[in-house]
Nanobody, 127 residues
Framework: QVQLVESGGGLVQAGNSLKLSCTISGRTFSNYAVGWFRQAPGKEREFVAAISWTGVGTRYADSVKGRFTISIYSAKNTVYLQMNSLKPEDTAVYYC????????????????????WGQGTQVTVSS
């Protein structure tokens, strides 16, 4: 069983930064991918960013490209999401997820591809 715990959310003003962490416990494999998704009130859950377990592959949603950076510290089983230049529309509950891919270095961008999910952390950006 794989468990994920997010942390680092909070309330910030627009233009500022936050760094989310996702700590993963349990057995993982080199062909795993870890992703960040978010869900705003009244909206569907949407993909934000993903990274392969080796860190070789990354993918971003167009809405966050250039502002958010995903990274992994495999030795600590932790994935980070550095969020800069935050906007009010970034307000949401942010979830991390882990899932197996078909090969080492691959990433997953659809929520149905992920097997394990964290409880989420709230990010609120005020204008």
């Amino acid at each position: 069983q794989v468990q994920l715990v997010e942390s680092g959310g909070g309330l910030v003003q627009a233009g500022n930064s936050l760094k989310l962490s996702c700590t993963i416990s349990g057995r993982t494999f080199s062909n795993y991918a870890v992703g960040w998704f978010r869900q705003a009130p009244g909206k569907e859950r949407e993909f934000v960013a993903a990274i392969s377990w080796t860190g070789v592959g990354t993918r971003y949603a167009d809405s966050v490209k250039g502002r958010f950076t995903i990274s992994i510290y495999s030795a600590k089983n932790t994935v980070y999401l550095q969020m800069n230049s935050l906007k009010p529309e970034d307000t949401a509950v942010y979830y991390c997820a882990a899932g197996r891919t078909g090969r080492v270095g691959a990433v997953l961008t659809s929520d149905y591809e992920y097997d394990y999910w964290g409880q989420g952390t709230q990010v609120t950006v005020s204008s």
